[in-house]
């Protein structure tokens, strides 16, 4: 009786270092996991394994796997979160043994084909939180008629613009290549660096989804690539690499770069010496923190003229949880699940977090989230880069941006990454 009222009272929760390397978060007191995978009485307590690699989110969850253990007092949850470069290569490895990540995120996509394909996705397609979703919002997260994953974020992977600038400026929202052109001009010659461009990790293939939408509207186009139809040669693709280089090359990107990383251009976006950001809504919320006064918009670039526009932006639903095929505890884990499902928590989720959520019925109450809302009503293309389902493929397009701002000719990138394309021809 008193290991029982001692187990029931003890509540420790972790702390998470915010670094380049791994972090955990213990929220719950720790017990011997069984053998069996499952609690069998009161007094046993299960831990779970929760792996991601969303660092900024940590404080929210925290709370949440706090809420889930007093709800749960038989599971406790072991959080810990990695890099997303590291995330992206390491994940499948984690996963394989099966004592790590009994839930896991992961990104749409590549990735999640590699998991899907190595067996490593529970089935959850009869659980009865799918109906807790919006269900036009979850395919990513389905093979072969099988819910795999759910898409917790809704998020759009376009630039980040500051509505201050804008209006100070008398700046229109571009509806052209030229206007965008003519934007940037206006923006440089008084003094802002026109887009804040993380060209050393994720401002290539952030931004390359709304460069492209529009100058090869076929959303098949990326499984016609990897499939040996269509090439990176053909002009829809040099065109895009042109555009690129043309930005890069009338210095509408700050200086250096490729050597700048997703934390420093949000830095110079947030101080309000750049007026765009060419990463997506998802770091609204941070920008915000950074400067309590900034006010924010989301736009994208139209590469066409505006009689030929076809998408006014780029939507993505990721942040995929998914339970463990290889877990001793996979009722605990699905049990973690149908409680980040839930409305309100789901609700607690996004509004701490700044990222619009998949969950049915969830009400915003933050200025970027509302902005970001009113884009479920515009013309979006689902997020091309995750259609990439080749890994290799996805890093030598990646490449190719980065080639052509640095000085290469879009020719001759796009000449070298279809070759690496073309020894991972599907046959």
Same mark, same amino acid.
């Given at each position: 009786m008193k290991q029982m009222m001692k187990w029931a009272s003890v509540l420790l929760v972790g702390t998470v270092a915010i670094t380049g390397c791994a972090q955990t978060n213990k929220a719950g007191s720790e017990a011997q996991n069984t053998n069996t995978g499952e609690a069998k009485k009161s007094e046993s307590k299960v831990k779970i394994s929760f792996i991601h690699w969303r660092g900024e989110d940590k404080k929210v969850f925290e709370e949440l796997i706090a809420d889930f253990n007093k709800a749960n007092p038989n599971i406790s949850v072991e959080m810990n979160i990695f890099p997303s470069e590291s995330y992206l290569a390491n994940a499948q490895a984690k996963l394989l043994d099966g004592s790590s990540g009994d839930v896991f995120a992961s990104f749409p996509g590549a990735q999640f084909e590699t998991i899907s394909k190595s067996n490593l996705y529970e089935d959850l397609s009869k659980e009865s939180f799918v109906s807790n979703y919006n269900d036009n919002l979850i395919q990513a997260g389905k093979k072969d008629g099988k819910q795999f994953a759910f898409p917790y974020q809704l998020v759009y992977n376009q630039p980040i613009y500051n509505k201050a600038i804008f209006e100070k400026l008398k700046l229109q929202i571009p509806k052209s290549w030229d206007e965008f052109l003519q934007v940037c001009e206006t923006l440089k010659s008084n003094g802002y660096v026109p887009i804040a461009f993380p060209g050393q990790d994720i401002g290539p293939g952030q931004f390359v989804n709304s460069m492209m939408m529009n100058n090869n509207t076929d959303e098949d186009i990326w499984s016609k690539v990897?499939?040996?139809?269509?090439?990176?040669?053909?002009?829809?693709?040099?065109? %895009?690499? $042109?555009?690129? #280089?043309?930005?890069?090359?009338?210095?509408?990107?700050?200086?250096?770069? !490729? +050597?700048? &990383?997703?934390?420093?251009?949000?830095?110079l976006f947030a101080q309000e010496k750049a007026a765009m950001l060419a990463t997506g809504s998802y770091m609204m919320s941070s920008n915000k923190q950074l400067n309590p006064n900034l006010v924010q918009g989301l736009?994208?670039?139209? %590469?066409? $003229?505006?009689? #030929?526009?076809?998408?006014?932006?780029?939507?993505?639903?990721?942040?995929? !949880? +998914?339970? &463990?095929?290889?877990?001793?505890?996979?009722?605990?884990?699905?049990?973690?699940?149908?409680?980040?499902?839930?409305?309100?928590?789901?609700?607690?989720?996004?509004?701490?977090?700044?990222?619009m959520v998949t969950v049915k019925g969830v009400q915003y109450n933050t200025p970027e989230l509302k902005e970001s809302a009113t884009w479920m009503d515009k013309k979006t293309r689902f997020h091309p880069r995750y259609l990439i389902s080749n890994s290799q493929n996805e890093k030598a397009v990646v490449a190719s941006i980065q080639a052509v701002v640095g000085g290469k000719s879009p020719e001759q990138a796009a000449k070298e990454a279809q070759a690496i394309i073309d020894q991972n021809v599907k046959k």
């Open positions: 990897e499939s040996g139809q269509a090439k990176l040669t053909d002009e829809w693709f040099v065109k %895009t690499l $042109s555009q690129f #280089k043309e930005l890069a090359d009338k210095g509408y990107f700050q200086k250096d770069s !490729l +050597g700048t &990383n997703k934390d420093i251009a949000g830095s736009l994208a670039p139209i %590469t066409v $003229s505006a009689d #030929k526009a076809v998408f006014e932006g780029i939507h993505t639903t990721t942040f995929m !949880l +998914g339970v &463990n095929a290889k877990s001793k505890y996979k009722e605990e884990a699905k049990k973690f699940i149908e409680f980040l499902s839930q409305k309100e928590n789901a609700e607690k989720y996004a509004n701490q977090t700044g990222q």
